[in-house]
């Protein structure tokens, strides 16, 4: 038996099998009403949670997989309010598959991102107006104990 033969064969089993197992898996999954649901809002629930990630990078910076990790954090819990349940592997594969038809469409490319240097500048920012804060608190604390020491030695 020579390789060539080997294929075909392999080929010809792969042809069998394929209708049969096809036809076993839409079987159970038209007897299983879950599965069926969990299909059903998978897709439109992962696009969702993939353009909520993508928004909130406008805001924070946020690095690839992390971003990713709170699109699956994002699906994990509207199924959850739904009451259906799947393994991490599914979610992540429902949100990479949105994600790249999101790309490849160009939805996502609305919003503009944060980068590391912008996230730096906000947080300095914020920090500043912190420090601005404190200031103006401590000399208003100056200027009334000021106040009270000059009416205190009338």
């Keep these: 038996m020579n390789v060539q033969n080997i294929a075909e064969l392999v080929t010809s089993l792969a042809v069998v099998c394929v209708p049969v197992v096809g036809a076993y898996v839409a079987k159970f999954?038209?007897?299983?009403?879950?599965?069926?649901?969990?299909?059903?809002?998978?897709?439109?629930?992962?696009?969702?949670?993939?353009?909520?990630?993508?928004?909130l990078g406008v805001t924070q910076y946020l690095e690839g997989e992390?971003?990713?990790?709170?699109?699956?954090?994002?699906?994990?819990?509207?199924l959850s309010k739904l009451n259906l349940k799947a393994d991490v592997d599914t979610i992540a594969n429902a949100?990479?598959?949105q994600y790249a038809a999101l790309k490849k469409?160009?939805?996502?490319?609305?919003y503009t991102q944060l980068t590391e240097e912008q996230a730096t500048a906000v947080d300095k920012a914020a920090e500043l107006k912190t420090a601005q804060d404190n200031l103006a608190a401590a000399q208003k604390?100056?200027?009334?104990?000021?106040?009270?020491?000059?009416?205190?030695?009338?």
């Excluded at 009334?144 to 205190?152: C, I, M, N, P, R």
Aim: without cysteine; charged residues 25%.
């Design 95 to 97: 949100i990479e598959t």
């Design 29 to 55: 999954l038209k007897s299983n009403k879950v599965a069926v649901t969990l299909v059903s809002v998978l897709s439109p629930l992962a696009k969702d949670a993939v353009i909520a990630a993508q928004k």
């Design 105 to 110: 469409d160009g939805t996502l490319d609305q």
């Design 141 to 154: 604390a100056v200027t009334d104990a000021q106040t009270k020491v000059t009416e205190l030695s009338k």
């Design 66 to 78: 992390l971003k990713k990790s709170k699109a699956v954090q994002f699906l994990e819990d509207a």
